[in-house]
Structures are given as C-alpha cells and as structure tokens.
C-alpha cells in the first residue's frame, strides 16, 4: 500500500516549452500533495503544497506563473513548468498525504533536463 | 544554520551497526521521521517516531529520541551494502498542513 507514482521519471525538453509532471496516489486519497526540487547532493527544498479543490501555497521565492500546479482529484496533482529554461533543469519529487494521517509518501521523482 | 541538521556522511563496515544523527531546533514537533534515497530515486520512508516515545524498533532498524536535547538516531543493525544510500531525518515543527522540513541527509557508504 501507500504507494505515489509520478510520471514522466525523465524528461528532456528544448528550452522555452512547457513540461507537465505528474503525481498520483494509487492506492490512497491525498487531501494535500507536496511539490519538492532536489538538486544534486543537497536537500529537498519545498516548492508548494497542493491542496484539492483549491489552490496551492507557494514557498517564498517560487514563481507561481512559472510553476502551475494543479490539484482536481484526490489522486492526482500535476507541476507544469512553463517555458522552461536550463536553470529549471533539476530533480523533481512529489509527495502525498494521505487524508488523516501525518505521513508523506514520495515518487520516485522527475529528472528535468532543458537544453 | 539548519533547522534541522545531520552529519554528511558516514561509512561502516557490513555487518556492523550504523547510527546516524539528528538534531533538530523546534520543540512543537509532534512526528519524526527516516526517510532513505537511493540514487535517481525518490524518497523511501523508513520509520518514524511519535514525540512522546523514545525508542521504537522496526526489524534492523531502532529510532532514538531526546526530546530534551531534541536529537534523534537512526540505528541499523547488522549494515548491509544494500543499505548505502542517502538518509533524510525530517520534522513536522507541530504542522497540521503535513508540511516536512529535511536534514541536509546523511550519505551512508558500507564496504564490503
């Protein structure tokens, strides 16, 4: 159980289009999924939290135009980078909540790369 | 510095017995957790600990925690190589939302 897939795992992309990145809960209902970016040997730095049927919380210094987040059911949240550039490129990782419970489960990430 | 903070590596032999540290800052933390990643992946929940308890087991791994001196360890028994992977200790900070906020991650070698 308790199981987060999150889809592309790689993507390569040229620089100035758009990259959908999606997180879903298979076997739970997450009220509130979490958007992270990793880059290399450093910690996760939170990027949103987003909640269903509403919209997301964005950490200071993330750009909301940039990073649309969409959360419509409680099984899937999506991340569009949009007009993306290579200092977008890095490892992105979901995370859900599920309803009730004080426990993230991750994907196993998107590696992003703009050229 | 870090709210939350571990050392940045560790190597051990196989068969030994690892322990990685953890120290964190806010005292409202109601959860602790251990999370594993290994490379190019996501991140694995290992165990975590509810702040009123000091010591849980869980197979090969014990979770330790001083809620006086806000320090919290992970130890593995009997390390195997398989266990060589990056180790995120995270807290809650009493958070009702969910939110997590990570150590920088303590890198885990083991020889064989």
């Known amino acids: 159980g308790a199981v987060v897939s999150q889809h592309p795992s790689w993507v390569i992309c040229k620089s100035g289009t758009s990259v959908k990145i999606e997180c879903r809960s298979l076997?739970?209902?997450?009220?509130?999924m979490f958007w992270y970016r990793q880059f290399p040997k450093q910690s996760l730095m939170l990027m949103a939290t987003?909640?269903?049927?509403?919209?997301?919380?964005?950490e200071q210094g993330v750009e909301k135009d940039k990073f649309l987040i969409n959360h419509a059911s409680l099984t899937l949240s999506t991340l569009t980078v949009t007009s993306a550039h290579p200092e977008d490129s890095s490892f992105y990782i979901c995370?859900?909540?599920?309803?009730?419970?004080?426990?993230?489960?991750f994907g196993a990430g998107t590696r992003l790369s703009v050229l | 510095g870090e709210d939350v903070e571990q050392s940045l590596f560790l190597s051990v032999r196989e068969g030994d017995s690892s322990v990685i540290n953890c120290t964190y800052t806010?005292?409202?933390?109601?959860?602790l957790y251990w999370y594993k990643q290994e490379p190019g992946a996501g991140l694995q929940l290992l165990t975590y600990?509810?702040?009123?308890?000091d010591m849980k087991q869980d197979q090969r791994l014990t979770v330790l925690l001083n809620k006086k001196d806000k320090h919290l360890s992970l130890r593995i028994a009997d390390t195997q190589t398989g266990d060589s992977a990056i180790y995120f200790c995270?807290?809650?900070?009493?958070?009702?939302?969910?939110?997590?906020?990570f150590g920088r991650g303590t890198q885990l070698t083991v020889w064989p």
């Open positions: 995370s859900a909540r599920p309803s009730g419970k004080n426990i993230q489960y």
């Open positions: 076997d739970f209902q997450a009220t509130t």
């Open positions: 987003s909640n269903e049927g509403s919209k997301a919380t964005y």
């Open positions: 806010d005292s409202s933390s109601t959860y």
């Open positions: 600990i509810f702040s009123n308890m």
């Open positions: 995270a807290d809650d900070r009493g958070s009702t939302l969910g939110r997590l906020y």
